[in-house]
């Protein structure tokens, strides 16, 4: 099928794939850092937050209850992936920042993958880069939005 002939079906398929593909990079990074798939998560969700999350929230994420995201925390403090740092403005919020091994790893680990989606990029035109990343914003918006209404 040339590009000419792309229709939407054949773009949401890809689209799965894409997110099939993602999945198992989850799954493969979880074994490479020695990681339990929940632990994993905790730790992705922890890295990509805008500020940073308490216990109680990551919890919220992962949909845990509270004791348990404690433990979780607890156990990756003690592995050296986590550590807890009370906030500035109100001493009594605990936030989670990930260490900067855990970052150093995980990136270290990512690098290849990174490296050849920079390239997939770079191969397309300013335009297309453009239409693709647009494309991409919606779609993560409207999956966050079934996701948040679940």
Request: charged share 25%; aromatic share 2%.
């Amino acid at each position: 099928m040339t590009t000419a002939e792309t229709d939407a079906a054949e773009v949401s398929r890809a689209l799965r794939e894409v997110t099939r593909a993602a999945s198992a990079i989850d799954h493969a990074l979880t074994r490479a850092l020695h990681l339990r798939p929940l632990d994993y998560a905790a730790l992705g969700h922890v890295m990509s937050a805008v500020q940073p999350l308490g216990p109680a929230e990551l919890g919220v994420r992962l949909g845990i209850s509270s004791g348990s995201a404690t433990e979780l925390v607890d156990r990756l403090e003690h592995a050296g992936h986590l550590r807890r740092e009370r906030h500035p403005g109100d001493r009594r919020r605990i936030g989670l920042h990930a260490t900067e091994s855990a970052v150093g790893e995980v990136l270290g680990a990512l690098g290849p993958v990174v490296a050849g989606l920079t390239e997939v990029a770079e191969a397309r035109s300013p335009a297309e880069r453009s239409v693709i990343a647009a494309y991409l914003r919606d779609v993560a918006e409207r999956m966050q939005a079934f996701a948040d209404d679940q």
